[in-house]
């Protein structure tokens, strides 16, 4: 049986967490070692702490489904962070961070918004704003880059109507949360990107007390602030959670999205010739890209998982982007397949924790490919796909750019 402390030790080091994609849509080459070593492995964070990486499909499931014995608590010193900007997160508090029970009073807060009932009334709306953003790329083109003209406000625009985040600040925002989620931010430079959007937010909220609006904030200040169910400050930290993980996430996994398909023409001609594929298509483009490759958990109490003796206090990474390309779980893993039927991937984790959005990330993914490739069918990359700029490890995976013509 394997045991770790999860600290620096004196044996040769095992092979690093996080690793670089050197193709966008496919998990790191280094990872293999991980799999070579079974389901949990252990692997070597940026500052030499060893933690397990759980990378088969079964056991990571097993991870993410028991928060008593794997914590999220971000604040908690064994909380293992995967790059220095992690350091700064553990100064914002919302319910991503936390166990129960505080986790779900604050997750019961936010579960109506985000139901499919209430997502499917958003769908006309974000069907015009795909349109609308379809036609100024038609009217500009031939080429366009799809990700500051398409990908990167398809949810942005969704999300700050939703929460009632005037759209003109967009510019601010994006760029804030591009430093939060980029995996080389340094601790520095995280910090003050989530000081400036806390300040803002901070702002609007005050604003919002005084001239009341219409969106999920304003909710939130008349039914759980005022009468004292959050604090202020609990009221900030989750509309920055809510701010850039409701547009990050799902612009790199529109813009990688689209690339995918367009590396896989057999693929984008099946879902051409039979528009019942897109719901599956979306699945298996979740689980194929894998755009959080990991999340990390500590254990509370000595368990075990896999034959190996996981210690209370040491750190666990669940890495998605290989759970998702376990062959037990999903045959022909490596494969994508748009009629596959992947709804059982743990892109958007799995248990307690899982996603909150993940009904709008689908609809906007659903409304936004099929639009696209239906007004353009001619598009193409305008550059090779290996010249494509990558985002780093560490962060949100994904493109920075997306040179198409058609």
């Excluded at 001619?378 to 994904?398: C, F, M, N, S």
Aim: hydrophobic share 40%.
């Amino acid at each position: 049986m394997t045991e770790t402390t999860g600290t620096t030790g004196t044996a040769a080091a095992p092979p690093a967490y996080p690793q670089a994609r050197s193709c966008p849509f496919q998990p790191p080459a280094g990872y293999d070692s991980y799999r070579a070593e079974g389901p949990v492995s252990l692997v070597e964070l940026y500052n030499g702490r060893r933690v397990w990486a759980v990378s088969g499909h079964e056991e990571a499931r097993k991870v993410l489904l028991d928060a008593a014995t794997f914590s999220s608590d971000r604040v908690h010193p064994h909380y293992p962070a995967t790059a220095p900007r992690f350091e700064a997160a553990r100064k914002v508090r919302n319910f991503i961070g936390m166990d129960p029970p505080e986790h779900t009073v604050q997750r019961r807060m936010l579960l109506s918004t985000f139901t499919v009932k209430k997502v499917n009334a958003l769908r006309p709306g974000i069907q015009r704003l795909v349109d609308e953003l379809i036609d100024a790329i038609e009217a500009k083109g031939p080429t366009a880059d799809l990700v500051p003209d398409f990908a990167l406000p398809v949810p942005s625009i969704v999300i700050c109507e939703l929460l009632g985040v005037p759209y003109t600040d967009h510019a601010f925002f994006e760029q804030q949360s591009r430093r939060v989620v980029t995996g080389t931010t340094t601790l520095e430079d995280s910090t003050d990107a989530f000081a400036q959007l806390s300040s803002y937010l901070d702002g609007l909220i005050r604003r919002k007390e005084q001239e009341p609006g219409d969106g999920l904030l304003d909710t939130l200040i008349a039914e759980q602030l005022v009468p004292g169910h959050l604090s202020h400050r609990d009221l900030v930290d989750i509309a920055l959670l809510l701010l850039v993980a409701g547009h990050e996430t799902t612009a790199s996994a529109i813009a990688l999205g689209v690339l995918t398909l367009l590396q896989h023409p057999e693929q984008l001609a099946a879902l051409r010739a039979d528009a019942a594929l897109l719901p599956t298509t979306v699945e298996e483009l979740l689980r194929y890209m894998a755009i959080a490759d990991g999340v990390a958990r500590f254990a509370t109490v000595d368990t075990e998982l896999a034959g190996h003796r996981i210690r209370a206090g040491d750190g666990v990474i669940v890495v998605i982007s290989t759970a998702n390309r376990d062959d037990d779980a999903f045959p022909g893993a490596d494969a994508f397949d748009v009629a596959r039927g992947a709804r059982h991937h743990i892109s958007f984790g799995h248990g307690v924790h899982q996603c909150i959005g993940q009904n709008l990330a689908r609809a906007e993914m659903e409304i936004a490919l099929s639009t696209l490739f239906h007004r353009l069918p001619g598009l193409r990359l305008a550059v090779p796909a290996g010249a494509l700029p990558l985002k780093e490890p560490g962060g949100v995976q994904g493109i920075w750019e997306l040179p198409v013509t058609w």
